[in-house]
């Protein structure tokens, strides 16, 4: 998965790159041009990557982008190291101490972090005296524990529908006493689930649509056009082959299956921890100009999350029949995490 994420280059691994390899590093376009290395016929997978075996060519000299891969760097007025759960190895159970090695990524990226906590910082300090001008901020630990102490409920479609209809009314929301709905608006929660995720899902690039990889390594693409979704498999060589297509109005939100719910609450608890999912919550309320408050921006946006999420599991069980137990359920965050993680939030990914 990690060879699908095209790696910059930094300053001092250019050399060997320049040296031996000069057709096979770019320069990206766009606002934040760098230097990368280049994608099979644009779109595929890293052209260091063998068809077949997936090795990587240049192992030894391979970015600190692809060693620090599942983990992600988020700096905020603080550094926090996030877990990619599309990465299958880490629901393993396998493999060396997390947190050790979390640490000694840290360590090694030492310089591009202070350097970018200064900007980062800066920026989360404009943000909070922004927030504090227009009257909505809040304290990010007590809502971050009215989530902890309702992970369940977020799982549930009448909670969420209330949520959702709270955030929207009430000018400072709170989750105390929020009673499910008995009968939640189901086609309003579904336009809104299904809204959500075409968002990321309509693209005609492949290198931005959001990919899978299933239990058999295959890398699913999913790319919308309107509301048409087609199934592409994206190959070793970087060739898509569609495999299937579906009207996104015909794939109803389906219920979750109690051990999938379980393990939904599960990658909500590792949400409401992530300070990029907070930062993601920050861009919109810098986006919407400081309209909403904070508590109900930040309910709001967690529910739509969980609501993207269970429609991608409707999606993925309706093309690969992996059920809304835990098994699918597992696969629906596999798919979502990575996607989640390269949302706009205030702060930096380095
Ligand atoms: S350099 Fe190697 S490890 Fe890095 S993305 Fe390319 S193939 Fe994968």
Same mark, same amino acid.
């Given at each position: 998965?990690?060879?699908?994420?095209?790696?910059?280059?930094?300053? *001092?691994?250019?050399?060997?790159?320049?040296?031996?390899?000069?057709?096979?590093?770019?320069?990206?376009?766009?606002?934040?041009?760098?230097?990368?290395?280049?994608?099979?016929?644009?779109?595929?997978?890293?052209?260091?990557?063998?068809?077949?075996?997936?090795?990587?060519?240049?192992?030894?000299?391979?970015?600190?982008?692809?060693?620090?891969?599942?983990?992600?760097?988020?700096?905020?007025?603080?550094?926090?190291?996030?877990?990619?759960?599309?990465?299958?190895?880490?629901?393993?159970?396998?493999?060396?101490?997390?947190?050790? *090695?979390?640490?000694?990524?840290?360590?090694?990226?030492?310089?591009?972090?202070?350097?970018?906590?200064?900007?980062?910082?800066?920026?989360?300090?404009?943000?909070?005296?922004?927030?504090?001008?227009?009257?909505?901020?809040?304290?990010?630990?007590?809502?971050?524990?009215?989530?902890?102490?309702?992970?369940?409920?977020?799982?549930?479609?009448?909670?969420?529908?209330? @949520?959702?209809?709270?955030?929207?009314?009430?000018?400072?929301?709170?989750?105390?006493?929020?009673?499910?709905?008995?009968?939640?608006?189901?086609?309003?929660?579904?336009?809104?689930?299904?809204?959500?995720?075409?968002?990321?899902?309509?693209?005609?690039?492949?290198?931005?649509?959001?990919?899978?990889?299933?239990?058999?390594?295959?890398?699913?693409?999913?790319?919308?056009?309107?509301?048409?979704?087609?199934?592409?498999?994206?190959?070793?060589?970087?060739?898509?082959?569609?495999?299937?297509?579906?009207?996104?109005? *015909?794939?109803?939100?389906?219920?979750?299956?109690?051990?999938?719910?379980?393990?939904?609450?599960?990658?909500?608890?590792?949400?409401?921890?992530?300070?990029?999912?907070?930062?993601?919550?920050?861009?919109?309320?810098?986006?919407?100009?400081?309209?909403?408050?904070?508590?109900?921006?930040?309910?709001?946006?967690?529910?739509?999350? @969980?609501?993207?999420?269970?429609?991608?599991?409707?999606?993925?069980?309706?093309?690969?029949?992996?059920?809304?137990?835990?098994?699918?359920?597992? *696969?629906?965050?596999?798919?979502?995490?990575?996607?989640?993680?390269?949302?706009?939030?205030?702060?930096?990914?380095?």
């Amino acid at each position: 998965m990690c060879c699908l994420c095209q790696p910059e280059v930094l300053p *001092e691994e250019r050399a060997f790159f320049r040296e031996n390899y000069p057709e096979r590093m770019i320069k990206t376009r766009g606002p934040d041009a760098h230097f990368a290395l280049a994608m099979k016929k644009g779109c595929g997978s890293c052209v260091f990557l063998s068809d077949g075996k997936r090795k990587c060519q240049v192992y030894d000299h391979r970015t600190a982008y692809c060693r620090q891969y599942p983990f992600h760097l988020y700096l905020s007025d603080r550094v926090k190291v996030e877990l990619d759960m599309s990465c299958r190895g880490v629901w393993t159970g396998n493999g060396t101490d997390a947190m050790a *090695e979390a640490k000694d990524i840290v360590a090694k990226a030492d310089r591009r972090i202070v350097s970018t906590l200064r900007e980062s910082r800066a920026v989360y300090s404009q943000f909070y005296a922004n927030c504090k001008e227009a009257g909505i901020l809040s304290d990010q630990s007590i809502l971050r524990m009215s989530v902890s102490e309702n992970l369940s409920n977020f799982a549930d479609l009448g909670y969420l529908s209330k @949520v959702m209809e709270l955030s929207q009314m009430e000018p400072v929301m709170s989750l105390s006493g929020v009673q499910k709905e008995v009968r939640p608006d189901m086609p309003e929660l579904e336009i809104a689930a299904r809204e959500s995720a075409l968002d990321s899902m309509a693209t005609n690039d492949p290198l931005n649509a959001p990919v899978y990889c299933d239990p058999e390594w295959n890398w699913n693409v999913f790319m919308a056009k309107d509301e048409n979704i087609v199934w592409n498999i994206l190959t070793d060589s970087g060739d898509l082959v569609q495999k299937g297509s579906a009207e996104a109005s *015909e794939i109803p939100l389906k219920p979750l299956e109690e051990d999938g719910a379980k393990v939904l609450a599960d990658y909500i608890r590792i949400l409401n921890g992530r300070d990029s999912f907070m930062g993601s919550v920050f861009s919109l309320i810098d986006y919407n100009d400081y309209e909403d408050d904070m508590a109900n921006a930040y309910y709001g946006c967690l529910s739509v999350t @969980v609501l993207d999420l269970m429609w991608r599991a409707s999606m993925l069980d309706h093309f690969t029949k992996c059920g809304m137990g835990a098994k699918g359920i597992q *696969e629906a965050v596999i798919f979502y995490d990575m996607d989640r993680l390269d949302a706009p939030a205030i702060g930096a990914f380095v």
